[in-house]
C-alpha cells in the first residue's frame, strides 16, 4: 500500500464518494425522489456526503472510508498549506418531517476544552422550500441565560427563538454558539466543519439525552448568524465565504469549455463538487471520464490532473473549499 508521502508525489484523481447514511428520529422513511433510498426501520434524517464513515465509489481507493484516505494522503488531497491532515469539512443533505431539537454547537475554543479536536460551525444552502418553511436562528433581543434555563426546564423555550422563514436558493450562516433548531418544509444542504458535537437544550419530549450545562456555556447571544446574500462575479455567485469553508454556485455552459478548465484547479486545495440537480462528467486525458450523477458528489484532490466539465444536462453544481485563516475572504 503506498504511503501518504508516496501519494503526495502524484497526481491524485477525483473520485466519487457513496453517502453515508444518518438514523435519525426526525427523519424520513423515503427520501425520494431526492435520493433513492427508502428507510429500512428507523427514519433517515441525514445524508453524509463527505462523512468519516462515507466511502470511496470511483478508482484506486474503492471501498475506502474518507477517514482512512485522508490519513494515507493528506497531502494530495488538502494540499502542502493545510494546517490539518484530517478531514476539514462534513457535508451533509437534512431531510426533516418532524422540528429537530433545538441545540447550540462550541466553538473550537470550547471543544478543545472538553477534548475534541474542533468545534462546529455550519452553514445551510436551501434546496427546497415548501410555503411556510422556517428555522429557528438565535435568540430574541433581551432574552437572559437565567430566562433560557428556566424555559429549558419548562418546556418553554421555543418562545424564545428567533424564526427565520427560508425560500429556495437562501444561504443562512450557522456560526458556533449560535441557539438553532430546523424545521419541517426545507431540504437542506449543509457544509460544516467535520465534527458532529451537538449539545441538545430541548427535544420536543423525544427520549434523548439533553446537555443543559454545556449547552448553556456554548450558547452566544451574539453571533453573526443569519441569510447571507450572496457575491455575484462574472463567472459564478459566491453564496458564502467564511472561516472554515466556502460554498459557490457555478454555472457550467455547455461541454468543454475554456472556461470550465481554468475554474476546475485555481485554489490548488481540496474541493467537492455537488450536483444539486441534472448531472455532469469530468474529463481527462490522465484520468478519463467520472460521472457526476444528480445528487452525487466528486472530490477533486488538491493533486488532480487537470479536467474539463461537462453539463450532460441541467447541471446545478455547487463547489465546496475549505478556508484556512489565510484563504478566507
Not at 6 to 18: E, G, K, T, Y
Not at 148 to 159: C, D, F, R, Y
Request: with cysteine.
Amino acid at each position: 500500500m503506498a504511503t501518504s508521502s508516496q501519494i503526495s508525489n502524484h497526481r491524485l484523481a477525483p473520485f466519487r464518494i457513496d453517502p453515508w447514511l444518518s438514523e435519525r428520529p426526525w427523519g424520513f422513511d423515503d427520501l425520494r425522489p431526492w435520493f433513492d433510498i427508502v428507510a429500512g426501520g428507523t427514519p433517515i434524517g441525514e445524508v453524509w456526503l463527505t462523512g468519516d464513515q462515507s466511502v470511496v465509489a470511483t478508482g484506486p481507493h474503492t471501498g475506502k472510508t474518507l477517514a482512512a484516505l485522508f490519513e494515507e494522503a493528506h497531502e494530495a488531497l488538502l494540499g502542502p498549506d493545510a494546517p490539518s491532515p484530517a478531514s476539514p469539512l462534513l457535508i451533509k443533505v437534512i431531510f426533516a418531517k418532524e422540528k429537530l431539537s433545538v441545540q447550540v454547537h462550541p466553538d473550537d475554543a470550547m471543544a478543545q476544552k472538553y477534548g475534541d479536536p474542533r468545534g462546529k460551525t455550519e452553514c445551510w444552502y436551501t434546496l427546497s422550500a415548501g410555503t411556510g418553511a422556517a428555522v429557528a436562528l438565535g435568540l430574541k433581543p433581551s432574552t437572559t441565560l437565567e430566562q433560557v434555563e428556566k424555559e429549558i426546564h419548562n418546556g418553554t423555550l421555543e418562545s424564545s427563538l428567533n424564526i427565520v422563514p427560508v425560500e429556495t436558493g437562501d444561504m443562512i450562516f450557522v456560526d458556533a454558539g449560535t441557539v438553532h433548531a430546523i424545521w419541517p418544509g426545507a431540504i437542506l444542504l449543509e457544509t460544516q466543519q467535520n465534527c458532529d458535537i451537538t449539545y441538545r437544550m430541548f427535544d420536543y419530549g423525544r427520549p434523548r439525552e439533553l446537555h443543559v450545562e454545556k449547552s448553556l456555556e456554548a450558547l452566544k447571544f451574539e453571533t453573526r448568524a443569519g441569510k447571507i446574500k450572496p457575491l455575484e462575479l462574472a463567472d459564478r455567485s459566491v453564496l458564502i465565504d467564511v472561516e472554515y469553508f466556502r460554498v459557490e454556485r457555478v454555472p457550467v455552459f455547455g461541454i468543454r469549455t475554456s472556461e470550465n478548465l481554468r475554474w476546475s484547479t485555481e485554489r490548488n486545495c481540496l474541493q467537492y463538487l455537488f450536483a444539486a440537480d441534472g448531472s455532469g462528467r469530468l474529463v481527462s486525458e490522465e484520468f478519463g471520464a467520472l460521472d457526476l450523477s444528480t445528487r452525487s458528489v466528486v472530490c477533486v484532490p488538491a493533486a488532480s490532473p487537470e479536467f474539463v466539465l461537462e453539463d450532460l444536462g441541467g447541471l446545478d453544481l455547487i463547489r465546496i473549499t475549505p478556508n484556512w485563516p489565510e484563504r478566507a475572504r
